[in-house]
C-alpha cells in the first residue's frame, strides 16, 4: 500500500511538471495592447490632440495622417483590428478604419488599412498606416488636405494651402448651385448636401479609386457610394479628375457636378436592378434640364449617327459604359441613355419619369425589373419602348 502510494505521488509529479512544461502557452498580450493604442490614436483624431496622437507612433512618418487631416471636419473615427502577424518585436496588422464627415455622412465609411507595428519597452507603436492591399487611398494618403464649406457642400482637396483655396472656391460654387437644381428635379428625399475631393491628378483620382488611372481618362468625375435601395446614403463622394474637369468650360463643368450630385440624390434608389442607361441616363437628364440645349447639341455622336443611317438597335448595355479608351462609343452610350429618359420626361411626364427610376431601383434583381417598371408606370413594354426611343432619335437628330 505504502508503495503504491509512493508511486502515485511521484506519478503525479511527473504530470503536473509535464502539464507546466509541454501544455498550451500563455496567450499573447500584443493584439489586445494594439487595440487599446489604436483607441487611443483614434481619440487623438477626434481630439485634435497632436501630442496624443504621436505619442502612438515611433517616428515623424507615423504623424503623416494626423498632420494631413487638420482640416477634414470629423465626427467619428474608429479602428478595428482584423489581423496581426508578429514577429518578435515587429509586427504587421490591418485595421478597418470607420468614419465619418461631420454633417455630411450619415454612416461610417469604412476602409481597410495596413498598419506597421514596433514594440518599445512592453509598448507597441505604430511606424507606418497605409491603405491595405486591394484598397483604396483616402485623399489624406496624397498629401495635406485643404478643404472649402459651402452653402450645401463640402470640397476637400490636395494642392498648395492658401492658394488651393481659390480652386476650390470654384468647386464649390458649382457645387452649391447643382444641389438646387438636382432638388428641383429629383423630389425624392436626400441629404441635400455633397462631398466633393479633389487630388492633384489623374493619378491621384485613380488612387483614390483603387483602379488604374488609364480606365478614367477623359473622364471628368464620378461618384462613389453604397447602392442597393437601403433607404441610406452613407458616403457618397464625388471624386473629380483635375486634368479632364479642367479644360472644360463653365457650362460643362456645371453639368458634370450636376450630374454627379444626381447620383448622389437617387443613390438610396439605385440597386443592382438599375442599369446603366437609366441611372447615367437621369443624371444628364438632371444635367441638362433647364439649359436650352437641344438633342442635336447634346449629343453629336449620334446626330452623326443618325445622319449616317447607323442608328443604335437597342439601349446600351452596361458594358457601353466601360472606360476602354473608346471614347465615341461611351459617348454614344451616355447621349442615347440621355435621350432614353428626355424622352420620358416629354412623352410621360418628369412625375412619371422619378416613379420609373424608384420602381426599377424597388427590384432586388435585374430579370424583370425594367419589365415589370415599364408595365406598371408606363404602361409599355421594352420592345415597345426601344423601337418609341429609336423614332425619338430620328427626329430629334435627323
Not at 91 to 107: C, F, N, P, Q, V
Not at 209 to 233: F, K
Request: charged share 25%; aromatic share 8%.
Amino acid at each position: 500500500m505504502a508503495g503504491r502510494g509512493r508511486g502515485s505521488w511521484v506519478s503525479g509529479i511527473c504530470v503536473a511538471l509535464l502539464v507546466g512544461c509541454g501544455g498550451p502557452s500563455a496567450p499573447d498580450a500584443a493584439p489586445g495592447d494594439v487595440r487599446r493604442m489604436l483607441d487611443r490614436r483614434a481619440d487623438a483624431v477626434l481630439d485634435r490632440d497632436a501630442g496624443a496622437y504621436r505619442a502612438t507612433g515611433q517616428d515623424a512618418g507615423a504623424a503623416d495622417v494626423y498632420d494631413n487631416l487638420r482640416e477634414v471636419p470629423l465626427t467619428s473615427w474608429k479602428y478595428r483590428l482584423t489581423s496581426f502577424e508578429r514577429t518578435g518585436d515587429r509586427a504587421t496588422a490591418t485595421a478597418d478604419l470607420r468614419y465619418r464627415i461631420k454633417g455630411y455622412d450619415s454612416e461610417p465609411l469604412t476602409t481597410s488599412r495596413a498598419l506597421t507595428l514596433r514594440e518599445r519597452d512592453g509598448r507597441w507603436y505604430v511606424a507606418a498606416e497605409r491603405p491595405a492591399e486591394k484598397s483604396s487611398e483616402q485623399l489624406w494618403d496624397q498629401g495635406p488636405v485643404t478643404s472649402v464649406r459651402g452653402a450645401h457642400s463640402l470640397v476637400l482637396g490636395v494642392g498648395n494651402g492658401e492658394r488651393e483655396k481659390t480652386t476650390l472656391r470654384g468647386y464649390a460654387d458649382l457645387a452649391d448651385r447643382a444641389v438646387p437644381l438636382v432638388r428641383d428635379a429629383w423630389k425624392g428625399k436626400w441629404p441635400q448636401r455633397i462631398v466633393v475631393l479633389v487630388p492633384k491628378s489623374l493619378k491621384g483620382m485613380a488612387g483614390l479609386l483603387g483602379a488604374p488611372a488609364s480606365g478614367y481618362q477623359g473622364i471628368a468625375a464620378v461618384t462613389t457610394g453604397e447602392a442597393g435601395g437601403s433607404g441610406a446614403a452613407p458616403a457618397d463622394r464625388i471624386i473629380v479628375n483635375p486634368e479632364a474637369y479642367g479644360v472644360l468650360g463653365d457650362f460643362g463643368k456645371q453639368v458634370v457636378l450636376t450630374h454627379e450630385a444626381t447620383h448622389v440624390a437617387t443613390r438610396a434608389h439605385t440597386s443592382s436592378a438599375t442599369p446603366l442607361w437609366l441611372s447615367e441616363g437621369l443624371a444628364d437628364w438632371v444635367g441638362y434640364r433647364g439649359t436650352g440645349r437641344t438633342a442635336a447639341q447634346a449629343a453629336p455622336e449620334l446626330r452623326r449617327a443618325v445622319e449616317r443611317e447607323r442608328l443604335p438597335a437597342a439601349l446600351p448595355e452596361d458594358d457601353d459604359f466601360g472606360f476602354s479608351g473608346d471614347a465615341e462609343k461611351l459617348a454614344a452610350a451616355y447621349e442615347g441613355s440621355w435621350l432614353a429618359c428626355r424622352m420620358i420626361a416629354d412623352q410621360w411626364g418628369e412625375a412619371d419619369l422619378r416613379d420609373f427610376y424608384e420602381a426599377v431601383g424597388a427590384h432586388e434583381k435585374r430579370p424583370g425589373a425594367l419589365e415589370d417598371a415599364m408595365e406598371e408606370v408606363l404602361d409599355t413594354t421594352p420592345e415597345e419602348f426601344t423601337a418609341q426611343w429609336r423614332t425619338y432619335l430620328r427626329e430629334e437628330l435627323g
